[in-house]
């Protein structure tokens, strides 16, 4: 089992930026692929950014890429999504995501474990 925890979101104005945190624990993510996915109400859980824990490779949804930016602490076992030039468009509920032996999945349905997700609000 793999518990994953986000911590990071809030209320911004738009332009503005925000830094989401995703602590995991319950055994070694070697192997893993921990990604961020994003949720309005009424509309599907969308890809917003992945990295594969045991190598260099980071890949982003199209609403992500240019703005946002992936990265992981090996030492704490966190994976962060850095969010800048956010619009309202970002408005959302945001979820950290694992799934073992799925390389670069974007379909939320191959993923095991999921954090309980972390509201951002973007104002105008």
């Known amino acids: 089992q793999v518990q994953l925890v986000e911590s990071g979101g809030g209320l911004v104005q738009a332009g503005g930026s925000l830094r989401l945190s995703c602590a995991a624990s319950?055994?070694?993510?070697?192997?893993?692929?921990m990604s961020w996915f994003r949720q309005v109400p009424g509309k599907e859980r969308e890809f917003v950014a992945g990295?594969?824990?045991?190598?260099?490779?980071?890949y982003y949804g199209d609403s992500a890429k240019g703005r946002f930016t992936i990265s992981r602490d090996n030492v704490k076992n966190t994976v962060y999504v850095q969010m800048n030039n956010l619009n309202i468009e970002d408005t959302a509920v945001y979820y950290c995501?694992?799934?073992?032996?799925?390389?670069?999945?974007?379909?939320?349905?191959?993923?095991?474990?999921w954090g309980q997700g972390t509201q951002v609000t973007v104002s105008s």
């Open positions: 995501a694992a799934g073992y032996a799925i390389a670069r999945a974007y379909s939320h349905y191959l993923y095991n474990y």
């Open positions: 319950g055994r070694a993510l070697s192997g893993y692929t």
């Open positions: 990295l594969i824990w045991s190598g260099p490779m980071t």
